[in-house]
């Protein structure tokens, strides 16, 4: 099974597994496994021993649903590129959208 892990991430699922499973005190187990006691208490407190996701659970968008009909209309019948379409939104419905 490959496992996808952050390009920073100082545990494995299996050492996360031995910190859930271990009852000796936070510091013991950060001086084993070479992590911080911070990292010890956060992987003590989740369900799961797998990197959660870091993509945003709400979009950050600035148009109304109008600004946005006529955003996706004008794509489909200009047939043009994402940054086309861009700055044409930026100069003619909202100056602060973003990509």
């Given at each position: ?23 000796e ?11 911080t006691?911070q ?16 993509t945003a ?9 109008a ?10 019948t ?19 959208v973003?990509?």
């Amino acid at each position: 099974m490959l496992i996808h892990l952050h390009k920073q991430a100082t545990t494995t699922p299996k050492v996360r597994a031995a910190i859930q499973a271990s009852g000796e005190p936070a510091s013991a187990l950060a001086e084993r496994f070479g992590t911080t006691e911070q990292t010890i208490y956060k992987w003590r407190h989740r369900d799961s021993v797998h990197d959660r996701s870091h993509t945003a659970h709400r979009l950050q968008t600035t148009l109304s649903l109008a600004q946005e009909a006529i955003a996706v209309a004008l794509r489909k019948t200009l047939l043009v590129s994402q940054d086309d379409l861009l700055a044409v939104v930026r100069e003619f419905l909202n100056p602060d959208v973003s990509r």
